[in-house]
């Protein structure tokens, strides 16, 4: 079945602010177990999506299914619960409590006053009212920050942040994790950290849908990409294919 490679379908999603499309008749299929990548210029509507898939912003037009199950009128804590996670655009850690303890508070303890009237299927671990600190330290050794675990979050550097973001994403047990621009301010090294921490993500299974503006980063690890422009969608394919799209070096790839 063709339905079962599509983790999230956005189905002509239209979001207004007062007069202005932040984006119009959008379409989107992110198939499971994916990294696709939102590209664009600034405004072109990408931080919209996430809102929208997250349940931040409800869409005036259009439809989003995740799973098979349209979210709608789903509320943003029981899509989280769904299995879909995210990080911010300005990173959002809780500097003045461990790094660890982060991680442990990302998990499910902040959704735990809401599980009752959860109505989606019950997932695997979704029932503890927080994560072990065996599965807290996991996440931090896969991000690389173990050996920060007992400092407090706003000792780490911007990017070392980001990193606990993610982990702290990651504490939901996700299928679908979504990253705002993951590597907005880190260095050539932390780049090439942070691909092979989405690679050891995606390996696990997670489809991950991604914003970035970093064009190389963004061609080596996607396997797909949607290039946006003025809230509509100008292209999509493979690396290969975008790298090569005229109307995409014009809008956003040229110098
Ligand atoms: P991107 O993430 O691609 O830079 P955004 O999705 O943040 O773009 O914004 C798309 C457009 O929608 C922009 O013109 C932005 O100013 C507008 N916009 C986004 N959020 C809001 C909001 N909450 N209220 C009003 N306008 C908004
Ligand atoms: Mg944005």
Known sequence: NNDEDKLLVL??????????????????????????SLIGPNGAGKSTMINIITG????????????????????PYKIALAGISRTFQSVQVFGKIS????????????????????????????????????????????????????????????????????????????????????AAGLNEIEIGNLAQIIEKIKAKGITILLIEHHIDFVMDISDAITV??????????????IQGNQEVIEAYLGK
């Open 99 to 182: 790094v660890l303890e982060n991680i442990m508070v990302g998990g499910h303890g902040q959704y735990r006053s809401n599980l009752f009237d959860f109505t989606f299927k019950s997932r695997r671990g979704r029932k503890e009212e927080t994560i072990t600190r065996e599965r807290a330290w996991a996440l931090l050794k896969m991000v690389g920050l173990e050996d920060r675990a007992s400092e407090f979050a706003d000792s780490l550097s911007s990017g070392q942040q980001r990193l606990l973001e993610i982990a702290r994403a990651l504490a939901m047990e996700p299928d679908l994790l979504l990253l705002d621009e993951p």
């Open 228 to 241: 946006l422009n003025f809230g509509k969608k100008l292209a999509e394919g493979t690396p290969m294919e």
């Open 56 to 75: 931040v912003y409800k869409p005036n037009e259009g439809r989003v299914v995740f799973n098979g199950r349209e979210l709608n009128n789903i509320k």
């Open 11 to 36: 189905d002509n999603v239209t979001k207004r602010f007062g007069g202005l499309n932040a984006i119009k008749d959008m379409s989107l299929t992110v198939k499971k177990g994916s990294v696709h």
